[in-house]
């Protein structure tokens, strides 16, 4: 009896005190810019690999605040390839295999670079393949077909992002119809870089950079600071803009690495995209309003990490890697959620759900 007496006269105390004692509630900065990274390819064997390869110090990965878990399948098959994969991400439809930034019926939808160019923001895609790529394009273009790279760079043409570097050179020099997209660019202002030392020397906006007829080399034959630095330069350029930002950057070789069995080349291409990772996370922690959302549009390789013994009670036994294909698997893919907003970003997601929940937190919200 006695202690019920004390807990009713505290709670008539604690109504009794004045407001400013109270704790007062979180109020969440608006998200301003969102920065999306795709490591193509890259499943949660592939970040494993890494993290044992790095002997265990710690990765970009380890900063993130939430972590999800990412379904991949396309609307026609149970493994997706990056043209689908990307287009989920970028619009909120699963679409078919090969085809970019349409629905299975073969209409446009906007993507989240249409968008937030609309809602008056900025805009910004760096990769390590060639701007024409499937993954790129998911985010610039509209056809029924990823190897329509004329389709693909005349989205680029018309949607104008304010920062694009990666390879690609042919495609933007020389059309079918005889036309030259860069020079077009040029004429609407565009800055045009030829090395990554010009793109970080331009300090202005519209930028475009294009280092390679096609693909740039890999990880082990190109700048080992490129992702990281054309990221950061880019982050640089976008942020100067008070309406804040969408920026897409792919790690696209890590892709190509899996799809040869070259784990080799795979930690290479994982450690220049984990130092701009980095770079991204660093940017949100200067930036309040910034969320960095890390994901892969699917797994290659299907790649396991397998003990040389099953003897488990030595010490070591030394590990493999071992892959079941050189082609994509239907192993679903982690989210890393960093920054404003990344609560948002847990448990088990559609890719679509991406698309989703970045236009409600950067595009529905302003």
Known sequence: MKRTLHILLCALLMQDLPTAAQPAATVEAPVRNVILMIGDGMGLAQVAAWMIENRYEPVAFDRAQYTAICKTYSANNRVTDSGAAATAMATGVKTRNSWIGTDPAGNSRENLTELAKAKGLVTGIVVTSYLADATPAAFTAHTNDRHNTSAIVQGIVRLKPDVIAGGGLSYFERQDDGSNPLEELQKAGYSYAATPEEFYAIDRTPLIGLFAEKYMPEASRRDSAYLARAT????????????????????????GACHGNNTSRMIDEMRDFDRAVNVAFDFADTHPGTLVLVVADHETGGLTIVSNDRDFTASESGIQYNYSTT??????????????????????LENTDIFRRVKALLIDAK
């Not at 950061?232 to 696209?252: N, P, Q, V």
């Open 327 to 348: 082609s994509h698997s239907g192993s679903p893919v982690i989210l890393y959620a960093y920054g404003t907003g990344a609560e948002s970003f847990s448990g088990v």
């Open 232 to 255: 950061a330069h880019m982050l640089e350029l976008l942020g100067k803009h008070s309406a804040g930002f969408f920026a897409m950057i792919e790690g696209s070789q890590i892709d």
